[in-house]
């Protein structure tokens, strides 16, 4: 025989649980923030998945050629072997003030795509997010 002190117990725990079941499903999904580095060592890990990932940003929206590099020297010298080339959604609209910025970028990863001219490691589609990353120099 339950004590009359457990049974209200039981029944706000029940209410707890019940609370953080719902505010587990309905929050939104944590995206895992992935270092370009990993993104261009191991590309097979993050095939398909939709990440965030930092690095120096490269906006030209004249020639529709944007991506993000791991340092600014790889920017400056165009070195699209440490870099991952970004399609970004219209939604974004003009992005090109954050060239040279460093900034956080959010869209699925694509090693197959290859970007502008086939000369990146890989590729993020539908990049959905852009933003300057507050406290780093340069920005």
Known sequence: ???PVFVPLMAKLRIVLLLLAVGITNSPAEVPEVSLVSLIATPERFDGKYINVQGVAYF???????????TREDKIRGN???AVFLYLSPSLGNVDRL???FVTVQGTFSPANKGHLNVFPAC???VDRVAAVQGRVGN
């Open 124 to 126: 993020l589609v539908d």
């Open 60 to 70: 030209d929206s004249k020639h529709y050629i944007n991506a993000i590099f791991l």
């Open 80 to 82: 699209a072997a440490n």
């Open 99 to 101: 060239n040279g910025k």
């Open 1 to 3: 025989m339950m004590k």
